[in-house]
């Protein structure tokens, strides 16, 4: 079905020029029937011409008579021979060539504050192309030193309501993909565990195995602590230049008590 060219503008005429009800304008203009009679009584459309559906080729005037004649009745457009306008594609949003220098700060706002979004999603919110994206996200933009992150939203590349989207849309993506990335990094370090080393088992002995014997110590350790403690304090503390000089006196001194304290038999 085609749309109806100049609705307000079809609607001034028709409250003008017809018998026709407000809802019967409104249903075929696409408003509301109180808008419509608003437009009746001068409160809205102030100012716009009429246009006359008939002379356009949108309307014929059996039409018109037919739906004068029973309100229940409602417009219907007249096929036309004229080619429609095509709808435009999906594409690049076209940004006015005084708000194109400001694209490059919006992205790197983007970037910062909300790392969810995609390069899809930021070309798609902004206009620009992924090698742009990239290159300001690796710092190799050609004016990266001077780049001052704003939002989208305050230089008028975007609306509120479209960035709020575009963020919610991220968002639930992200929350969906965070598990399966906690499972994927769970089955990588259990799959990395390395295997456990055997125990170390000792040969056993054979028919003509003979044991090392092992040396004794050089010096038991006496029964008594004190008496082996003064022992090693006086074996480390005594020169070994004082060692002869020791063992003569001991030699001299060396008697019996009767040699050093004689007595008158």
């Not at 503008?9 to 029937?33: P, R, Y």
């Not at 006359?52 to 007249?78: F, M, S, Y």
């Not at 063992?247 to 009767?258: D, I, P």
């Amino acid at each position: 079905m085609s749309l109806l060219l100049m609705p307000k503008a079809t609607a001034v005429w028709l409250v003008d020029n017809t018998m026709l009800s407000f809802l019967q304008i409104g249903d075929f203009c696409n408003l509301h029937e109180l808008e419509v009679q608003a437009i009746a009584d001068g409160e809205v459309a102030i100012g716009i011409v009429g246009l006359d559906p008939v002379a356009n080729g949108q309307l014929t005037k059996e039409e018109i008579e037919r739906c004068e004649a029973n309100p229940a009745e409602r417009l219907k457009i007249a096929k036309t021979d004229i080619p429609q306008p095509v709808a435009r594609q999906k594409g690049p949003r076209y940004t006015p060539v005084s708000k194109r220098a400001d694209k490059p700060d919006a992205i790197a706002w983007l970037l910062r504050n909300q790392p969810d979004l995609t390069d899809a999603q930021i070309g798609r919110l902004i206009g620009t192309t992924k090698p742009t994206i990239n290159a300001i996200r690796d710092r190799t933009h050609w004016n990266s030193s001077n780049l001052q992150p704003r939002s989208p939203v305050e230089v008028g590349l975007c609306s509120h309501q479209e960035l709020h989207d575009a963020v919610v849309i991220a968002a639930t993506k992200a929350a969906k993909r965070r598990p399966k990335d906690a499972e994927a990094t769970e089955e990588t370090a259990e799959t990395e565990v390395p295997e456990a080393v055997p125990a170390y088992e000792a040969p056993q002995p054979g028919p003509n195995f003979q044991s090392v014997p092992q040396p004794e110590p050089e010096n038991e350790v006496a029964a008594d602590p004190m008496a082996a403690a003064e022992a090693l304090f006086k074996k480390t503390d005594e020169p070994e230049d004082n060692k002869a000089d020791d063992g003569e006196e001991e030699k001299a001194g060396s008697g019996t008590l009767a040699d050093i304290w004689p007595t008158n038999n």
